[in-house]
């Protein structure tokens, strides 16, 4: 059975990506890899074009991961409270 794919989401303005492949890194960190051997094995770069909202990408392990765009959520509420120091 294959993993399900890692979905990476980029900002409106993006054209490209850069992202981690979730299952190379369980792969790295249950072969017992280094955290360095683990991002290096698991790396994957990219471009979107500016027109499209989904791309579908492979890592060299051939994982897949979806890069989706997605509107900037609202800003939060902020309470003025939470900046006071007691």
């Known amino acids: 059975m294959s993993a399900a794919p890692t979905t990476v ?11 981690l492949c979730e299952h ?3 792969h790295a960190r249950v072969a017992g ?8 094995a698991a790396g994957l770069r ?3 074009p500016v027109d499209t909202n989904l791309v579908v990408a492979r890592c060299e392990a051939g ?3 979806v890069v989706r765009r ?5 800003g939060l509420a902020t309470d003025v409270r939470q900046l006071q120091l007691a």
């Open 24 to 26: 190379c890194l369980e």
């Open 33 to 40: 890899a280094s955290l360095f051997e683990a991002i290096q």
């Open 9 to 19: 989401w980029v900002s409106p303005s993006a054209t490209a990506f850069s992202c």
């Open 46 to 48: 990219g471009a979107i």
């Open 63 to 65: 994982h897949e991961l």
């Open 70 to 74: 997605v509107e900037r959520p609202p």
